[in-house]
């Protein structure tokens, strides 16, 4: 009865084989003759399994003691041993009151571990969510090859290459065309004085996104390398050049490696390589103005103006002997020699800016708001005529106007601001058999 002390905890069967039952018993003489113990005796005796039982019986604190009695060997069998297997009851005690603090302490350094567990719980389910994703992925992976059917990857990559190719025959076909329209401008970033200049290279392949930076108009000599269009506009990941000469104006370009640029207080046209980080050749521009003798309509010393097309190198500038009107110049990249000039006609100063596309030379009438691309002079007839093609001069204040024949882009330089503009070029396609 729970009434006498006794408690029924746990019973089990242990690794050898063995019944253990656990209990509480009274304090008093568990092991002694006294009541109890037979009482005991008496439970043990109604105990009927196929192998002895082991009771392992606890006593209630303050005065706590662990018995644990069972069958023990036996001498002969006789009182207090089974006849049966030469066993006797035997019962131990240990007293493990003192043991208690001991527990409280292992405990207490198993505390920390709560938040370790915690954080096992939350990568658990992490693992869990990663292998949906795995598994989702394999599953659209597997879509994809059974969409692709028996094309295998090799065929795949020669497909695109011979698609590659074709289009490329294309473009190549397209060839040259006229300037019909100018998108509306696209701002790439906000930096600098007001007056500037930035290019990437018109030469080199499509891979190399490099982008040249050139602060201010006169006396610069600091170029600054950015190794991609997005490093530019982050402000990153750039290299310092400093040329040997400072530059003047703003009309420098980048051709297959090299730096083409004014020499300042001179009609001198520089070729600076990146690589080497030297001048490789210089050369006079016979009878060019310098110094602002014949400038663009905005000034800043913008007398000699480099361009590159789909033809090679140009030089703009004037003469005294062309009586200040604008002088198209084909220029050898290697030597900087003069190949040939035509005389547009057009007074230097009362263009705003200008470019060449395909051979051509087109005008903006202004640096300034409500500027349009006013005249264009055809190097391959020698002639001319007006355009009046619009031209959004979003900030009001263009510095440098020059096209990319690789990218087929305008770049600018307005009033801070580098901004883009795209173009729009009608082609007379010839074409000799299937595309």
């Known amino acids: 009865s729970p009434d006498e002390g006794w408690q029924v905890y746990t019973s089990a069967q242990a690794p050898d084989g063995k019944c253990l039952c656990t209990a509480v018993i009274p304090v008093q003489g568990t092991c002694s003759r006294d009541l109890r113990s037979h009482q005991l005796r008496q439970l043990m005796e109604k105990v009927s399994l196929d192998r002895p039982p082991a009771i392992a019986v606890n006593a209630p604190s303050p005065l706590t003691k662990r018995l644990i009695c069972g069958w023990g060997g036996c001498a002969t069998p006789g009182r207090g041993c089974d006849p049966h297997g030469g066993m006797r009851w035997v019962c131990s005690s240990a007293a493990r009151g003192g043991r208690v603090p001991e527990l409280k302490d292992k405990m207490t350094e198993l505390l920390p571990l709560l938040p370790v567990l915690d954080q096992y719980k939350s990568d658990t389910r992490l693992i869990v969510h990663l292998k949906e994703e795995v598994r989702n992925l394999s599953g659209r992976l597997l879509a994809i090859q059974e969409e692709m059917g028996a094309y295998d990857y090799e065929e795949l990559q020669q497909r695109v290459l011979m698609l590659e190719a074709r289009l490329h025959a294309c473009m190549q076909k397209l060839g040259c065309g006229k300037l019909t329209g100018v998108s ?25 996104t490099r982008v040249w930076y050139m602060d201010g108009y006169y006396k610069g000599r600091r170029v600054l390398e950015f190794r991609t269009l997005n490093d530019f506009v982050t402000g990153q990941n750039f290299v310092q050049h400093l040329l040997p000469h400072p530059w003047a104006g703003t009309g420098h370009v980048v051709f297959n490696g090299s730096l083409y640029y004014n020499k300042y207080q001179s009609n001198i046209a520089v070729k600076y390589h990146f690589r080497s980080r030297s001048v490789l050749v210089q050369r006079s521009l016979a009878g060019a103005g310098y ?8 000034g800043g010393f913008s007398d000699i103006d480099f361009m590159v097309d789909e033809n090679g190198l140009w030089a703009v500038y004037t003469t005294n002997q062309n009586a200040g009107n604008i002088v198209v110049s084909r220029v050898d990249p290697q030597t900087l020699e003069v190949l040939r000039s035509w005389d547009t006609g057009y007074p230097k100063r009362s263009a705003g800016e200008s470019f060449m596309i395909c051979g051509t030379l087109y005008v903006t009438n202004s640096h300034l708001a409500g500027a349009k691309i006013y005249f264009a002079y055809y190097t391959n007839t020698s002639s001319y005529e007006y355009t009046d093609i619009p031209f959004h001069n979003q900030y009001s204040h263009i510095s440098m106007l020059d096209y990319n024949p690789r990218e087929r882009v305008l770049y600018t330089w307005n009033n801070g601001h580098q901004v883009i503009y795209n173009v729009t070029l009608f082609h007379v396609i010839k074409t000799s058999g299937e595309m």
């Open 184 to 208: 509306n401008p696209i701002t790439i970033r906000a930096s600098g004085s007001r007056f500037g200049s930035w290019m990437t290279d018109t030469m080199t392949p499509s891979a190399d």
């Open 291 to 298: 110094n602002n003798t014949f400038p663009y309509s905005w």
